[in-house]
């Protein structure tokens, strides 16, 4: 881990969390949509039958859901928290 972020939040407790960030909700999407049509395109050729397209097409909408659900909740119950960023060690 080279690079992390602190956030000392108001209840006391400080986070380190990796400056790896989540993907943003277009690519997020590009995805699903890459997926789905790679899913509906082998099902068109017959290589996959129509419950394994049903399936992957509920993940891909219940995956979208539950970090909407996250967000939401994590939103109402973590309180703001102040953030410092740490940069990268550099040797001398």
């Known amino acids: 881990m080279r690079e992390v972020t602190i956030r000392k939040r ?3 407790l400080t986070e380190l969390t990796p400056r790896l960030a989540p ?3 277009t ?3 590009l995805v699903i949509f890459t997926v789905v049509m790679a899913a509906c ?4 050729t017959g290589v996959m039958p129509a419950s394994v397209l049903a399936t992957v097409i509920a993940a891909c909408l219940a ?4 970090l909407g659900a996250k ?4 939103l109402l ?3 703001p928290a ?3 960023e740490v940069p990268r060690f550099r040797r001398r």
């Open 10 to 12: 108001s209840d006391g």
């Open 23 to 25: 993907l943003e909700i």
């Open 27 to 29: 690519d997020r999407w």
């Open 41 to 44: 395109g082998f099902f068109l």
């Open 63 to 66: 995956g979208e859901v539950v």
């Open 71 to 74: 967000a939401l909740v994590l």
């Open 77 to 79: 119950l973590r309180p």
């Open 82 to 84: 102040e953030v410092h």
